[in-house]
């Protein structure tokens, strides 16, 4: 990650006294110079301290994401028409690009989600646990629907055999957020190859505390 | 460029977007579709269209609950 260049001065920059996680003292996260503005804190995964992004960064990036959709709407249209004349359109939105930019936030929450689940799980663990198990059970179903919608109209306009190994990634909204985990999330948070690690990880890591909670209270509805 | 080889490769990364859609989903689907004409082909690339955008909406969706939901998490990060 960059490490983007601020004139803030924070109160404690002796970051050679911090201690890796495990030993001795727990390590001393250096206090935010402004109230709305994020440290990120120390990790076992990062080594940078004191960058202040994730929030304001992501809320840009996805106003730029909510701004790109209706223009690839219309770009899309105008294709459509040009097309259907026979004719090729003018220079069109690159789709993989608004793809990758879509991939990016996601990767870029899912580890905030880790980061901040950790840092909860110290305070309030089986709370911690139910909230993100919760939260991340019923997004998966929300994947697993629109993914089944999206290859369903695949598979009815495209190609029968596509189509079904597509709707294939489907078990049932039930067993979808078990079965995507247990396959790497390839049918919700599907990413690019060197992206689909982390967030495979990430999901069994937040999957394994889900269970644990579950063992430790068969009766909620978490 | 030719009208035949545009569509096909719009197709392709169409498909791209969809990223529930594995390498070998996407190879097979290019397969099935490699020799329907041009006009079957912007039919298909119509409802791909329609497909992409339905899935993009859903993801910008599930992005701002997820951002929430984060704010909600750990107050402190916000």
Known sequence: ?222 | MDKLLFVHREIKHVLEVLDYLTSDDRRKLMAVIANLTYDELVKILKRLYKVETEYLEFKLKDTKDTEEFLKKLNPAHE
């Open chain 1, 1 to 222: 990650m960059k490490i983007k260049k601020t004139n803030m001065v924070r109160k404690d920059e002796n970051v050679e006294g911090r201690q890796e996680p495990g030993e001795g003292t727990p390590p001393v996260e250096p206090e935010a110079v402004t109230p709305d503005e994020v440290i990120q804190p120390m990790s076992a995964t990062s080594k940078e301290v004191g960058r202040v992004v994730w929030p304001k960064e992501r809320a840009g990036e996805i106003r730029t994401l909510e701004k790109g959709i209706p223009d690839l709407k219309a770009d899309q249209k105008k294709a459509l028409a040009t097309l259907e004349q026979g004719q090729l359109p003018a220079p069109m939105i690159n789709h993989p690009e608004i793809g990758e930019r879509f991939k990016k936030v996601q990767i870029a929450q899912l580890k905030a989600m880790e980061e901040a689940f950790k840092a909860r799980t110290k305070a309030d663990e089986m709370g911690a646990i139910r909230d993100v198990s919760e939260f991340n059970r019923e997004r998966l179903k929300g994947y697993a629907e629109a993914v089944g919608n999206g290859s369903k109209s695949i598979l009815t306009g495209v190609g029968e055999g596509v189509g079904k190994g597509a709707l294939g990634t489907i078990k049932g909204v039930g067993g979808a957020a078990l079965w995507v985990l247990r396959k790497g999330g390839k049918a919700a948070l599907v990413l690019s190859k060197d992206a689909v690690l982390t967030v495979r990880d990430i999901l069994y890591d937040l999957w394994g505390t889900h269970k644990k909670f579950r063992e430790q209270y068969p009766n909620s509805e978490a």
